[in-house]
């Protein structure tokens, strides 16, 4: 099908401006972003839609409300669109994740004092720090004998 294969699907439209997909949907619901023209699975919408979702951007830093960009949205030209989103610079990258060579790994021990209820210990820790968590732990599983393992 035709409308298949045009436009942009919801994921990726909220992938390229980094939005859920929960504020797409809520800001067609506004009237802020146009219905897409077909609707169910193979719904698709307009690359004009990344525009008007980039000038949306640059009228909210303005202070406007919705109601009111949805207004001045829906009276502006294409090229006016275009210009607003101009305006918004590009959401910065994500910063690189670091090598897992260069992460320092940690071992932890962990206490179960009752269920749901845990104390980490470090590894390594000094024996007054072993020596606390021995002291918490048997003051719990003392307290409370039937639930403590």
Not at 74 to 102: F, G, H, K, Q, W
Not at 116 to 123: A, K, Q, T, V
């Amino acid at each position: 099908m035709a409308h298949e294969q045009e436009g942009l699907t919801i994921e990726q439209l909220a992938q390229a401006l980094t939005v859920t997909r929960r504020a797409i949907r809520f800001w067609v619901q506004r009237g802020v972003l146009p219905k897409p023209g077909f609707r169910g699975r193979g719904t698709r919408y307009s690359p004009s839609s990344v525009a008007r979702i980039h000038a949306m951007r640059a009228l909210q830093r303005q202070g406007l409300t919705l109601s009111e960009i949805r207004h001045r949205l829906d009276n502006a030209t294409p090229d006016e669109i275009e210009r607003l989103a101009a305006s918004v610079a590009p959401a910065p990258a994500a910063p690189e994740p670091e090598p897992i060579a260069a992460l320092h790994a940690e071992q932890w021990q962990r206490l179960l004092l009752l269920p749901g209820l845990e104390l980490h210990l470090r590894r390594g820790s000094p024996a007054v720090i072993v020596d606390i968590a021995n002291q918490i732990a048997r003051h719990y599983a003392a307290s409370f004998p039937t639930q403590a393992s």
